[in-house]
């Protein structure tokens, strides 16, 4: 097969390939761009597989970054876009699939294809579009099948991430996973506790946001890989209820995390914290999907939120929580809340018309903690427009809310 109208990357890379064949080496397109092509997909990164060495590549270009040479990586610099280009190689043992333990740089392009992950994966393309396709990869694209390269087992065994690629694969690409490939990810299941966690909430969250994510996650409960996954080991129930719900598809990290959160049933926003820590992920998310957990359980509760409660979760975790609420059958619709949160009298704590100095200055308060709580008595009567947000007004309440504490 040849693919004609290659994607504009792929035209502005064919100078490097064809600069490293001129010099009498192989080189190839290799990866997840070739496979995102053929499928009519965007494609995210252009990988290149050769079989001239690291020193070899960087004899042959100006520019390059030594991006990982003892793994065989060589960026290449041209016209302002940075090519990755990995000496064909065969290894074992990964902390991150482009830094495995152990490396042998080798110069068939079969021996590199044949320990990736998927045949999928496994395919390589010439510069001028045609597809080299040593293990059936495109009868496997065109029927929608992953199915690992060679021994499945042996695959899983090089990389347990690789397991949770497939069920990420199998949601973003609505493909099924091959029986005996499938049979060895039940097998082998328990190798995932060896990845970093990091690893497995990138396909996590890749799988969650994927265009069928139920599929994905039936492939998780059909293999109990999930029970190995953090926090995750009791969460059957919660798994079958995702997978029970209408069709969805989530458009944000963070929109996937308050979903599973409130489906996990998790009694208050501390667990939140727990479960999201036990994950690894930044402070941020954890704010805003904690801010987000909430705003679900009040629409839930009542069906709408209090002026107080739509100012403390903020414009953000209100999308977030609306969207999964819309999910899940009791949202609002977006444009009301975006104006129900408009409306408020102010939309943010820097907005309040008078400050702690201002406090201190009329000696209404000492530093310390009296003042925080009168700054945020204030903050909440003009949010629900019990007092203008003018400072006289509110020099008044700061000095009746000062009087009541003295007394
Ligand atoms: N654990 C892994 C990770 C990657 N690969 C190989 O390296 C290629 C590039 O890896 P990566 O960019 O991580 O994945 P992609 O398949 O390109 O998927 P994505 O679209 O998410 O980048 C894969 O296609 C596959 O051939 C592998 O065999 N095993
Ligand atoms: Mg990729």
Known sequence: MILTQLPTAFQQARP????????GYEAYFVGGGVRDTILGKPLHDVD??????????????????????????VMILDHGTGYETTTFRTESGYQDYRRPDKVTF??????????RDFTINALAMRANGEVIDLFDGL???????????????????????????????????DFTIEPQTQQAITDNAALLTKIAVERTRVEWEKLLMGQQPQRGLQAL?????????????DQQAMLQRLIDLPAWQLPTIEST?????????????????????????????????????LVVSSLKQRGQLTPS?????????????????????????????????????????HELAINGGDLLRQQLTTPGPQMGQILAQLLHAVVIGQVKNESADLLDLARMIADTKND
Do not use: C
Request: hydrophobic share 50%.
């Open 221 to 233: 409960l059909d293999t109990a890989l999930y029970r190995y996954m953090p926090q995750m080991a």
């Open 48 to 73: 290149i597989a050769t079989s001239a060495f690291p020193a070899e590549v960087k004899g042959l270009f100006k520019r390059t970054v030594d991006t990982g040479i003892e793994h065989g990586t």
């Open 16 to 23: 490097i390939i064809e600069t490293i064949e001129a010099a």
């Open 257 to 293: 995390w308050t979903l599973l959160a409130w489906l996990m049933d998790l009694p208050n926003q501390a667990a939140i914290r727990h479960l999201l820590k036990a994950w690894k992920t930044s402070n941020d998310l954890i704010d805003h999907v904690s801010a987000a957990w």
């Open 309 to 349: 409660e739509l100012f403390s979760a903020g414009a953000a975790a209100l999308k977030t929580a609306n969207t999964v609420a819309n999910l899940l059958g009791f949202g609002q619709p977006q444009a009301e809340l975006t104006a129900a949160y408009a409306a408020l009298p102010i939309q943010d704590k």
């Open 106 to 115: 080798v110069r068939s392009l079969k021996e590199d294809l044949k320990r």
């Open 139 to 173: 009868a496997d694209l065109k029927a929608g099948v992953l199915r690992a390269v060679g021994v499945a087992e042996d695959r899983f065994h090089e990389d347990a991430l690789r397991m949770m690629r497939a069920v990420r694969f199998a949601s973003q690409l």
